[in-house]
């Protein structure tokens, strides 16, 4: 089998389409959650802790000199990616949430079928007639 027709069946798989809608939708998804963040969630918070933006927290390791930069530890940047991860996980879990309330009832199954009514006396005897029969031939 060539390689470009064995990629071709791997690249055509409907998981790989779906994976790679996934992965499309979740960027998207990403954006609009760094935006609510950034832009909505953020300034209440950094009002209430007294107008400190996370964003701009660092630690001066090296200060500029010249045409080079300060050497910062930037460890706003990084709370503020736990805080985005945190709305981000949150949001996700209550999507979630919502499609599985979303989902039908389990429809009810149809009652197995009864098991087969026991044989009648009659029925019985005539049974071990035709049995006797069987053996006499």
Same mark, same amino acid.
């Given at each position: 089998m060539s390689l470009l027709k064995e990629f071709r069946e791997f690249a055509i798989?409907?998981?790989?389409?779906?994976?790679?809608v996934a992965v499309i939708?979740?960027?998207?998804?990403?954006k609009i959650v760094s935006s609510f963040v950034g832009d909505i969630v953020m300034p209440p918070i950094g009002l209430l802790v007294g107008g400190v933006n996370f964003t701009d927290l660092a630690v001066t390791l090296k200060a500029a000199e010249g045409d080079q930069p300060a050497v910062l530890l930037a460890y706003g940047k990084f709370l503020q990616t736990i805080f985005d991860f945190l709305i981000i996980a949150f949001a996700v !879990? !209550?999507?979630?949430?919502?499609?599985?309330?979303?989902?039908?009832?389990?429809v009810e199954e149809a009652p197995a079928p009864a098991?087969?009514?026991?044989?009648?006396?009659e029925e019985k005897l005539l049974a071990e007639i035709r049995d006797l029969l069987k053996n006499k031939a």
């Open positions: 798989r409907g998981n790989v389409i779906d994976l790679a939708i979740g960027a998207a998804f990403g !879990m !209550m999507a979630i949430k919502g499609i599985n309330s979303l989902k039908r009832a389990p098991a087969p009514p026991e044989p009648s006396a």
